[in-house]
C-alpha cells in the first residue's frame, strides 16, 4: 500500500494524459468520414481496446486522414 502511494504523483498526471488521448481520438473518429486505412468501426474497436496509448496513437500515425 505504502508503494502506491509513493506512485501516485507519477500516476495521476499519465492517467490525465491517457484518457485526454482516449477522448481526443474518440472524437476524431466519430467526426470525420475519411480514414487512410480501415473504417469508423476498425478504429473504434483499436481505440476502446487498444486504450493505454497504443490504441490512439495507432489511429493517430495510421487511420488519421491528412487535411
Known amino acids: 500500500m505504502n508503494n502506491i502511494n509513493e506512485m501516485l504523483p507519477f500516476?495521476?498526471?499519465?492517467?490525465?494524459?491517457?484518457?485526454?488521448l482516449f477522448a481526443i481520438t474518440l472524437r476524431h473518429i466519430l467526426t470525420h468520414k475519411n480514414y487512410k486505412r480501415g473504417s469508423r468501426i476498425?478504429?473504434?474497436v483499436v481505440t476502446i481496446v487498444g486504450m493505454n496509448f497504443i490504441g490512439p496513437i495507432l489511429y493517430f500515425l495510421l487511420?488519421?486522414?491528412d487535411a
Open 42 to 44: 476498425l478504429w473504434l
Open 63 to 65: 487511420g488519421k486522414e
Open 11 to 20: 500516476l495521476i498526471p499519465l492517467v490525465i494524459v491517457e484518457f485526454t
